[in-house]
């Protein structure tokens, strides 16, 4: 070959190389966002289904040990509560301590139900979210929130009463924001049907028309939530190297968003945050589940 033909030889081939190294590339980075999708939406599919078998387990009773002629105290603390853009102690007594918001203004959602069978370990049929049994004579406690691991990162938990002390375990990782609507039957008396979906500072409004004491207790509008709207957005691991068009998520639709923009975190927006974390897979879940 003479030195024009080896020259123009080694300038087809790099061509070929380069355009070659350019698709797997492409093909590469393809395959790692769907890797990442499918970690996303199996753990969001996860964390949906836990929270709302415990939303469905909210308010059970063991009437095996309780004389069901006695009826129900209605002084009986109210078996769901929450707060708005906040997180939780590990350690402290069910949601008292609040601490300052850890995610987009994530919310915390407490969720309480009797055990059944006997103590220690009870009869298997009741379990609280870690899948720990609840015996009989005793409160089981369901609570969820967001709170950072020792990376950073933050992730949805689940959070217990255990023997002696409280524990918590992660759920899923990844989360931009956890948030919670209370579908409250408003009617006097009640009928058992929802009037309006309302966030947990809501709820505690309407209650600020009964005092302090035994009448809040008796009357409190969290005896009156009769299922829960359960909204989640969470992100991949890693920066997608796909272009794309920056996205705006509302978890309970826009119109929500747009009539309630003090409800802090049900409107994510990735050009609000970090540029690390704006080109992120991303997707968000939502489910309704209701009460005993």
Known sequence: MTIP??????????????????????????????????????????????????????????????DPAAGVDPLAPSRIAGLDAHSVAKAASGIDGPLPDAANGSDVLALRYHGAGAAPDGDGSVVNCAGFPVHAGEDGWSIFYVAKNTQGEAELRCKYRGTSTWGADAVVAGVDTFQVLYAVDTDAPADGVANAYLNASAVDALDAAYLPGPDRQE??????????????????????????????????????????GGDAGTQLREAALAPGMRLRERRQFATTARLR
Do not use: C
Not at 36 to 65: F, I, K, M, N, P
Not at 241 to 246: D, P, Q, S
């Open 5 to 66: 033909e080896l020259m123009i030889a080694l300038t087809i081939g790099a061509v070929v190389t380069l355009g070659a190294g350019s698709l797997l590339g492409i093909a590469n980075a393809s395959y790692a966002a769907q890797l990442d999708a499918a970690a996303v939406d199996d753990g969001g599919r996860y964390a949906l289904d836990l929270v709302a078998r415990a939303v469905r387990q909210a308010g059970l009773r063991d009437w095996e040990s309780i």
């Open 219 to 260: 009357h409190t509008h969290w005896k009156r939530v009769v299922a829960v709207r359960i909204a989640l957005v969470l992100h991949g691991a890693r920066p997608s190297a796909l272009v794309r068009e920056l996205q705006t998520y509302d978890a309970f639709g826009a119109p929500y968003s747009d009539a309630n």
